[in-house]
């Protein structure tokens, strides 16, 4: 068990994986940051939008 363990960390797989992991984390940070700064605007579009449809 010891040695699939090690062998585990030494593929690169799991540092692929690692990095995609990473990757993953910046775009929901900058997801997050684009809906803070933008909710104002979204919703005022959207109670717009909805004003027009009633």
Known sequence: M???MAAFVREEEGQG???YGLILAGVAIV???AFN?????VDALIDKVTAKLQ
């Open 2 to 4: 010891l040695k699939k």
């Open 37 to 41: 700064l933008l909710g104002g605007q």
């Open 31 to 33: 997801a997050v940051g």
């Open 17 to 19: 994986m690692a990095e």
